[in-house]
């Protein structure tokens, strides 16, 4: 019996029990004889038997988990982040509005405050924009019946904020 082996790059993935849960999902499909998930590189690679198990059915697993996939070539190099500089504006931008909530109490002699209402739509902006992506990442973990790092962060800054 031959083997063949296919890489996946995932999105989605925060922590080591996503690593643990997809290669558990992975491990179980049919025709797999292993896999392995690296949250590092943000990759997995899964030996199946020839002809049992295609790239399509692995990668509908993985989203099935909560995750994106996508098939690449087998020792392909790793693509460039283009989402990155993406990123980078998010947590510029987050910090950016978060400043004049900081900013006063980092002053000495000042106990001037924002406004609560600016306090409220300020704090509101960066949970519920730039932090959406960890309520998405939540909402999907939700559906999957797992939990994840979005999750725990979606839940403690939402109490915060509530």
Not at 93 to 108: K, N
């Amino acid at each position: 019996m031959s083997e063949t082996v296919i890489d996946l790059a995932i999105t989605g993935m925060t922590c080591a029990s996503c690593v643990g849960r997809l290669e558990k999902v992975l491990g179980r499909q049919d025709g797999v004889v292993k896999a392995e998930v690296n949250l590092a590189t943000a990759r997995a690679r899964v030996v199946v038997e020839d002809g049992r198990t295609a790239a399509a059915r692995l990668v509908s697993a993985v989203e099935k988990a909560g995750f994106g996939a996508a098939a690449v070539q087998a020792g392909a190099p790793m693509a460039e982040e283009t989402g990155a500089r993406g990123e980078l504006l998010r947590v510029i931008g987050a910090a950016l509005l978060s400043l004049p909530l900081a900013l006063p109490m980092l002053l000495p002699g000042r106990d001037a405050m924002v406004s609560p209402p600016l306090q409220l739509v300020l704090a509101s902006l960066v949970l519920f924009g730039f932090g959406s992506r960890f309520f998405l990442g939540a909402w999907a973990a939700v559906r999957s019946g797992h939990g994840t790092m979005d999750l725990l962060v979606a839940l403690g800054t939402s109490a915060a904020w509530g």
